[in-house]
T-cell receptor, first 114, second 113 residues
Framework: EAAVTQSPRNKVAVTGGKVTLSCNQTNNHNNMYWYRQDTGHGLRLIHYSYGAGSTEKGDIPDGYKASRPSQENFSLILELATPSQTSVYFC?????????????FGPGTRLLVL | GEKVEQHESTLSVREGDSAVINCTYTDTASSYFPWYKQEAGKSLHFVIDIRSNVDRKQSQRLIVLLDKKAKRFSLHITATQPEDSAIYFCAASRSSGSWQLIFGSGTQLTVMP
């Protein structure tokens, strides 16, 4: 079973502050993804990565940066947090093209921006 | 842009009945369609998928049907049990080759005893 972990699990931040959400996977998957989940919207893709050193913009990248320093780690950075970024954030990893195209999700980080 | 619409936002069934969740997609070249289950307060867990080279796939009590002409796919849960209660998300792959998934907005399934 794929293992994806996230930290912190819960975070309270102030408007204008910097927030870093971390994700680690031990599956040696090349692809990693950051999503946010809001009621009525399902999951929306923020950033993704094909491997160490690569980051790509997803559907809603504004206000977010991403960093993939290694195969295992993928971070989501909110340089100037705003209340509209209050959400639940999920990291996922996957190895498409191998017959196992599914994505494996972490437990999520609940972020509240005051 | 590409979209996946999940038609039922909530669905209630009696234990033992079947539940059907329907999704439509816009990207004609989508080729991979997974379904995920999210129990209350938890993360998403993969349950079943289907590829565009088949129109039906079954795994125990779960059946997925794919109608490529109508760009529609559906999840059928037979002989429902209370533990099937959860939010179910459908998704479709983007054709751009970037291995992205586009998710529907989710269906809250409640199985009543």
């Amino acid at each position: 079973e794929a293992a994806v972990t996230q930290s912190p699990r819960n975070k309270v931040a102030v408007t204008g502050g910097k927030v870093t959400l971390s994700c680690n996977q031990t599956n040696n998957h090349n692809n990693m993804y950051w999503y946010r989940q809001d009621t009525g919207h399902g999951l929306r893709l923020i950033h993704y990565s094909y491997g160490a050193g690569s980051t790509e913009k997803g559907d809603i990248p504004d206000g977010y940066k991403a960093s993939r320093p290694s195969q295992e780690n993928f971070s989501l950075i909110l340089e100037l947090a705003t209340p509209s970024q209050t959400s639940v954030y999920f990291c996922a990893s996957g190895e498409p093209g191998t017959g196992q195209d599914t994505q494996y999700f972490g437990p999520g980080t609940r972020l509240l921006v005051l | 842009g590409e979209k996946v619409e999940q038609h039922e936002s909530t669905l209630s069934v009696r234990e033992g009945d079947s539940a059907v969740i329907n999704c439509t997609y816009t990207d004609t070249a989508s080729s991979y369609f997974p379904w995920y289950k999210q129990e209350a307060g938890k993360s998403l867990h993969f349950v079943i998928d289907i590829r565009s080279n088949v129109d039906r796939k079954q795994s125990q009590r779960l059946i997925v049907l794919l109608d490529k002409k109508a760009k529609r796919f559906s999840l059928h849960i037979t002989a429902t049990q209370p533990e099937d209660s959860a939010i179910y998300f459908c998704a479709a792959s983007r054709s751009s080759g970037s291995w992205q998934l586009i998710f529907g907005s989710g269906t809250q399934l409640t199985v009543m005893p």
